[in-house]
Structures are given as structure tokens and as C-alpha cells.
């Protein structure tokens, strides 16, 4: 258990998640879901590559856990990935 690795930080770096949805319009519903947590600053969707991506920023720490449970809520599943490139 680390802070790192079961929070969002704040930052400009924010923390990428992989996930099945496969639609532009799957993808929004989990943005809106997404940016209803509190401390969520801003959801940014990366529908050009396979598997698609989401990107998280926030204002301040937010558990990994809950952003998880908000996509599984639409139907979906969120994969956090490695916080820094090996």
C-alpha cells in the first residue's frame, strides 16, 4: 500500500486508465461519471488508440478505488497503469 500507487495526486501529470469501452459514446458516459467525484478536475479521453485510455486530473487526492466503482457503475472496467515509463 503506497499513496502513489492508491491515489490520484494532484499534478499535471494526472494518472492514465485503460478500459473495454469501445464507443465514443461509452467513453463520455464514463467521463460524466468520472467527474462526479469530488476532486476531479478534468477527464480527458484517448479514443485513438486500442486499448482506449482515459487520463484523470484532479485538485486533490482521490482514491483510485473510487474512480474504479464510478466506471464499473456504467458498465465498464478502469485499469489504472504504471504511474512513471520503466
Do not use: Y
Not at 485510455?53 to 504504471?82: Q, Y
Request: no cysteine.
Amino acid at each position: 500500500m503506497s499513496a502513489l500507487k492508491d491515489n490520484v495526486i494532484p499534478g499535471n501529470h494526472g494518472q492514465i486508465f485503460g478500459t473495454n469501452a469501445m464507443k465514443e459514446a461509452d467513453l463520455m458516459e464514463i467521463k460524466a461519471s468520472v467527474l462526479e467525484l469530488d476532486g476531479i478536475k478534468d477527464v480527458l479521453l484517448n479514443a485513438e488508440i486500442f486499448p482506449r485510455e482515459f487520463t484523470v486530473h484532479t485538485s486533490k487526492m482521490v482514491l483510485i478505488s473510487a474512480i474504479e466503482d464510478k466506471v464499473k457503475s456504467v458498465g465498464f472496467h478502469a485499469i489504472p497503469k504504471d504511474i512513471f515509463e520503466l
